[in-house]
């Protein structure tokens, strides 16, 4: 089992222009959720996508959008790059916990973004 | 809205030397995770508590949980140099959702 697995490691951008980042999830995971790490900070939570919609969203402007397909991947876009969306992008990979409270979530390498 | 303090937020420790790291949160959950950060790497799970009263150990570090103080503690015992790294709370919320402390940064001085 490859875990979870994120791309590009690494990503340099120029203000104004987009970006897509990608996530596979750990094999029989259902649920993604992508975090914002920026330096110095705790994660702050973007959003989560199941059954290839957003289900929850956390305080990102709309710049912010995902996609998930049918075999549980997802993307993160985002548009209109700004400085302060420089940052490390982390991918979570769980199980849908069905109604109850939540499952233990497993993150990837992160991608680091850099916007110049 | 749920929010989640840490603290201290830099621990300076002397090799040898025991201590502690506070996790409160303020609304109720039931899930706490403790994940440990290298520069540049990724979260690297260290506890999963899943209930009240709930103890776990790894090595030199111990962490607890109290639901009804809304704390958690991660406590270091006889610190060595490989333990200097970033230390993450997270409080798990409904559906999945982590809501992260800021994070203690440990550095131990020989």
């Known amino acids: 089992d490859a875990g979870v697995t994120q791309s590009p490691t690494h990503l340099i951008k120029t203000r104004g222009q987009q970006v897509t980042l990608r996530c596979s999830p750990k094999?029989?995971?259902?649920?993604v959720s992508w975090y914002q790490q920026a330096l110095g900070q705790g994660p702050q939570f973007i959003f989560q996508?199941?059954?290839?919609?957003?289900?929850q969203r956390g305080n990102f402007p709309d710049r912010f959008s995902g996609h998930q397909f049918p075999n549980y991947s997802s993307e993160l876009n985002v548009n209109a790059l700004l400085l302060g969306d420089s940052a490390l992008y982390l991918c979570?990979?769980?199980?849908?916990?069905?109604?109850?409270?939540?499952?233990?979530?497993?993150f990837g390498q992160g991608t680091r973004l850099t916007v110049v | 809205e749920l929010k989640v303090e840490q603290n201290p937020l830099f621990l300076s420790m002397q090799e040898g030397k025991n201590y502690t790291i506070y996790c409160n949160y303020s609304?109720?959950?039931?899930?706490l995770y403790w994940y440990r950060q290298d520069p540049g790497k990724s979260l690297e799970s260290l506890f999963v508590?899943?209930?009240?009263?709930a103890v776990k150990q790894e090595g030199r570090l111990m962490a607890s949980l109290d639901t009804k103080a809304r704390l958690s503690t991660l406590h270091i015992t006889a610190a060595v140099h490989d333990l200097s790294a970033t230390y993450f709370c997270?409080?798990?919320?409904?559906?999945?959702?982590?809501?992260f402390g800021a994070g203690t940064i440990l550095r131990v001085k020989s």
């Open positions: 979570a990979s769980s199980l849908d916990p069905g109604g109850g409270w939540d499952t233990e979530a497993f």
């Open positions: 094999s029989g995971h259902d649920t």
């Open positions: 996508y199941y059954e290839e919609e957003e289900r």
């Open positions: 609304t109720t959950s039931d899930r």
């Open positions: 508590l899943l209930s009240n009263g």
């Open positions: 997270a409080v798990g919320y409904y559906g999945n959702k982590l809501v």
